[in-house]
């Protein structure tokens, strides 16, 4: 039977300790109904690692979310079951306790319910049903013990299942950044001075502080709102107009002739089904950026100095593009400076990674 060591269990104490004390980062909302204890914590981290829950016993959430690469994977997009390959790149954890909506297309309302998405993706773990996962969870006496004795009951549900892993993922936050030492910690030797100019122009002539926001206490770098920047929106472009004039006379999204691959082009529509939000996805946490390339929802650029020249030139322009993206006309030192920038929102305990 494996057993949860004393050095994780009092590496979460401190953690849970913490969590409201990380600079650059607010207090952390914990579920009235998910309360954290340890022993879920300890749970959960087993789940999230348990490759066993996948059809084929290869595919684990850490195998998408690995804590080596800041908790994501270096694919484009994501790989499951039988190396098939997904439509989106696997964005990082790390402080995703902190989005009001979970996937890069907010189909997700929490972390409990974005937990079990993947098991039933057929691409990614290729579950069936809820029904199996408990199956398998079930059959292990580890597990028979310890949801015992978290939840205080026999039985196992798949609730408890998601519970147990979101719990987990909550201990999954980073602030004290060289950025977080520089503002809020008032470190004026903290940045370099192409660090602190590649700041001024994020906050400023820039614009990416309109999305990646930055408040006067702290700094989550995402605003959890929903933006076309014309990445990947090319593949429907050509029949763009012939959809949205359909869907407009009442025709079903569903029915369209797109493929698999355009369909997830569509971003937040697919969830709302409402027009303006086609070809918008999620901003992300820029927190430990630098380590987790490649960048955007396809997982279509490469390096950190190629995402501020997509950028710089307004982004690829479509009929939906959002309004807050536009040409910045930045000279290449501001460049060099913006991507300093990036690069010091590394968080200390991933400087070594």
Partial sequence: MQKVSMGFLLCLQVSLVLADNLLGLPGLSIPVNNQQTLKKIALGKKLFNDKRLSQDETISCASCHDKNRAFTDGQKVAVGIRQQVGFRNAPTVINAAYYQTLFLDGRAASLEEQALGPFLNPIEHGLKSHRQIVEVVAQDPYYQQQFTVVFNSAEITVQQIAQAIASFERTLIAGNSAFDRYLFGRDRLALTPSEARGMRLFRRKGNCA???????????FMDNRFYNLGVGFDKVNPQIDVFVQAIRTGENADEFSFTEAQRAELGRFNVTHAIADLGKF??????????????????????????????????????????????????NQEKKDLVAFLNALTSEQYLSK
């Fill in 282 to 331: 999620k901003t992300p946490t820029l927190r430990n950026v630098a380590l987790t390339a490649p960048y955007m929802h396809d997982g279509s650029i490469h390096t950190l100095a190629e995402v501020v020249e997509y950028y710089d030139k307004g982004g690829d322009k479509n009929a939906f593009q959002d309004p807050a993206i536009f040409p910045l006309h930045l000279t």
């Fill in 210 to 220: 309109n999305c990646h926001e930055i408040s006067g206490k702290d700094a989550l």
